[in-house]
C-alpha cells in the first residue's frame, strides 16, 4: 500500500488495521490517521460517525499495544461495559 492509497478502500473496518499481524504501529497508526482525515470534519456526526468512533478506539488501542494506556484491547475496540472484565471481578457479569 502506498501513501497515497485509501486505508477505506483496502480495508474494511478500522479494527482490521489495529491487528494486522504485518503492520508496524508507526504504520497502522498512520493509516488511522489519514482515514479518519480523510472523513473531515463531518466524520463527526451523521452517517460517517460511527466509523469515526471506530477508528478513535483503534488508534487508542494502538497505545495500549505500545504501553501508552492501561486498558484491556477488548475494552478498547468495544467501549466500556462490553468487555468481558468489565466487571471488578472479571467476569463480565454483575454480581
Do not use: C, Y
Request: aromatic content about 4%; overall charge negative; proline content about 8%.
Amino acid at each position: 500500500m502506498d501513501e497515497t492509497e485509501d486505508p477505506a478502500a483496502r480495508f474494511t473496518d478500522p479494527d482490521e488495521i489495529a491487528r494486522h499481524p504485518e503492520l508496524p504501529a508507526e504504520r497502522k497508526r498512520a493509516l488511522l490517521e489519514r482515514w479518519r482525515s480523510s472523513l473531515g470534519e463531518q466524520g463527526q456526526e451523521g452517517p460517517a460517525s460511527n466509523i469515526w468512533e471506530r477508528i478513535g478506539r483503534a488508534l487508542e488501542f494502538l497505545d495500549t499495544e505500545s504501553g501508552g494506556r492501561e486498558q484491556t484491547h477488548e475494552r478498547v475496540l468495544h467501549g466500556p461495559g462490553m468487555a468481558p472484565d468489565a466487571t471488578p471481578d472479571g467476569t463480565g457479569r454483575e454480581r
